[in-house]
């Protein structure tokens, strides 16, 4: 996938014998495709980013008040020294 902004459609196929097949498609929401490491979104990862690993870290999906999913880079459901690894590399990289 290219880096970007994306917006999302979902469409369902009528069921048999549907009549009212407005409501079959919606379009809503969105995401962004950047550089890895890049938790804020602005297309660069610089200290912005990094900075952004210092609340969360150590904090899992149970942690509501704490977790930053854009922050879990290895998708593994914590943030930790790996995630913040992973960021530090493309340090200074944008798009």
């Avoid at 929401?29 to 890895?36: A, D, H, Q, R």
């Avoid at 999906?61 to 930053?68: E, F, K, V, Y």
Wanted: hydrophobic fraction near 35%; include cysteine.
């Amino acid at each position: 996938m290219r880096k970007g902004n994306y917006t999302i459609t979902a469409k369902a196929h009528p069921l048999p014998d549907e009549v009212n097949t407005a409501d079959n498609t919606l379009t809503g929401g969105w995401i962004i495709e950047t550089i890895w490491g890049d938790v804020t979104g602005d297309f660069k990862v610089d200290l912005k980013d990094i900075y952004q690993f210092a609340r969360p870290f150590g904090s899992t999906p149970a942690d509501p008040g704490l977790w930053n999913p854009n922050c879990d880079l290895d998708n593994d459901g914590r943030i930790k020294l790996q995630d913040v690894y992973f960021a530090a590399r493309n340090y200074g990289q944008q798009i």
